[in-house]
């Protein structure tokens, strides 16, 4: 393995708390933003400019956008669905978006009430006005190993709709196996399937942990060369479409994997263990993460039980 850096997209505070059941303070998500900058993670997705209504997780992004202070090297994204949520995070200042699309048919008229085909057109102007407003666009996949709803999913259709997003204007496109079904094998084929189309460095790994291979699957797309992962403080999240599914892979697991491997984080897993102590208390949670327990207990505390 070289001695290389790998960097972290923290979406804990976006794809992790939009999917635990309770709704925290914007003070609460902002508090929980500024300890993991704090930690040393430079790439965090802090809110979704979606309808209250369907994610009241996600209400006040623009107020948690407006108050994050500026850090160098740090940069905060959010998610938008349509150009409607694009002006809404260019006034709050956002600077960096994410579009999320889907390689199941089901899953995309379950998730966003459209078509694979019909996501993507809707993507095309938010592209463009991100484009003429210097805004970076990442792209999402989801169900790129399996989905809830239909089961396998077919290599070809991951390639085709990761391949469009990049030739849309994407910089980056993350794979997400959504209901942690993968294996190292599997991952490992899908992408070098996706990296015959469009180039490697332009793709990102995103994991559950649903049947507990999020970390050697993640290893295993860091041996095909990837070098850009999602991971989520303390394990925050799961997949509301996906019964059982739990979050995705913890963040501090990750980093002490990394560790291990000799590759650059720029993370203090310690520091970061406190991030997600924190946000474990103000949810009433046990942490998912295997490292942070194992810390915790060194330290004496009751990492294993329900925080008070």
């Given at each position: 393995?070289?001695n ?29 933003i ?5 930690a ?21 992004s ?20 349509n ?21 199941s ?43 809830p ?8 259709d ?61 290893y ?37 994997l990394?560790?291990?491997l ?5 993370v ?29 207990a060194?330290?004496g505390?009751?990492?294993d039980r329900m925080?008070?």
């Amino acid at each position: 393995m070289n001695n290389d850096a790998v960097r972290l997209v923290e979406v804990g505070p976006r794809d992790g708390l939009q999917n635990e059941p309770q709704v925290l303070p914007v003070e609460t998500r902002i508090r929980l933003i500024e300890r993991l900058a704090a930690a040393g993670l430079r790439d965090i997705e802090v809110g979704a400019f979606v309808s209250p209504r369907w994610v009241p997780q996600m209400a006040g992004s623009d107020e948690v956008m407006r108050c994050l202070a500026p850090l160098p090297g740090v940069t905060y994204s959010a998610l938008v669905p349509n150009e409607k949520g694009l002006e809404a995070a260019l006034a709050s200042g956002c600077r960096k978006v994410a579009v999320f699309a889907a390689a199941s048919e089901a899953f995309s008229q379950r998730n966003i009430n459209c078509s694979i085909a019909e996501s993507l057109d809707r993507f095309k102007p938010v592209l463009t006005k991100a484009r003429e407003a210097g805004v970076a666009v990442r792209g999402y996949v989801s169900c790129v190993l399996g989905c809830p709803l239909s089961g396998d999913i077919a290599t070809a259709d991951v390639v085709r709709v990761s391949t469009a997003l990049y030739e849309m204007g994407c910089y980056e496109v993350s794979l997400g196996d959504t209901i942690g079904t993968g294996t190292p094998y599997k991952t490992k084929a899908l992408i070098e399937a996706c990296a015959s189309e469009m180039p490697l460095a332009a793709l990102a790994g995103h994991f559950h942990d649903t049947y507990g291979m999020a970390v050697a699957n993640l290893y295993a797309a860091l041996d095909s060369g990837i070098r850009v992962f999602d991971s989520s403080v303390s394990g925050l999240g799961g997949c509301p479409y996906s019964p059982g599914a739990t979050g995705n892979v913890a963040t501090e697991d990750v980093v002490y994997l990394l560790e291990g491997l000799g590759l650059r984080t720029g993370v203090n897993l310690h520091a970061l263990v406190e991030s997600g102590t924190f946000i474990d208390r103000e949810l009433g949670r046990m942490t998912a993460s295997s490292t942070a327990r194992a810390i915790n207990a060194r330290r004496g505390r009751t990492g294993d039980r329900m925080p008070s």
